[in-house]
């Protein structure tokens, strides 16, 4: 069977992923024991995460955030009085932007209020 015609197809449609995954079937001696429904949900899985992937970047490019902030990264030992589960109701599943509702971070200069407002972005942005 000629496979180079349905490669170019499955490359003009955009599924370059899909043929990632074909090729590394083709290399790979151990991908001949797979069924075709388990070939097809392995190529399926990596367009899905790469397309899943490209979203987030596109995301967080027009985000345009400062610095590399996450919301794993907080340190709740610090001095500044931050509710813990205030932070992680918000960090859950960001659905305050959903709703939509604001968020204020107030506190003296220089504590952090800029980070935790990317921290907060960044996973509103992981979180779709």
């Known amino acids: 069977m000629l496979n180079q015609p349905t490669i170019e197809k499955l490359l003009a449609m955009r599924l370059e ?3 990632e995954t074909w090729r590394s079937f083709e290399q790979n001696e151990n ?10 949900a392995l190529m399926v899985d990596r367009l899905w995460t ?10 967080l490019r027009y985000a345009k955030l400062r610095g590399d902030a996450c919301v794993e990264d907080i340190d709740y030992r610090a001095s500044g009085g931050l509710d ?20 204020f971070l107030v506190g003296p200069t220089g504590v952090g209020e800029s980070w935790l407002a990317c921290a907060l972005a ?5 979180d779709g």
């Not at 790469?50 to 995301?59: D, I, M, P, T, V």
């Not at 813990?84 to 509702?101: C, F, I, K, N």
């Not at 960044?122 to 992981?126: E, H, I, N, P, S």
């Open 17 to 19: 992923p899909m043929v």
């Open 31 to 40: 991908a001949a024991q797979l069924s075709f429904e388990e070939k097809l």
């Open 50 to 59: 790469w397309r899943q992937n490209l979203a987030l970047e596109r995301r």
């Open 84 to 103: 813990r589960s205030m932070m992680r109701s918000l960090a859950t599943d960001s659905g305050w932007v959903a709703r939509p509702e604001n968020v």
């Open 122 to 126: 960044q996973k509103a942005c992981r």
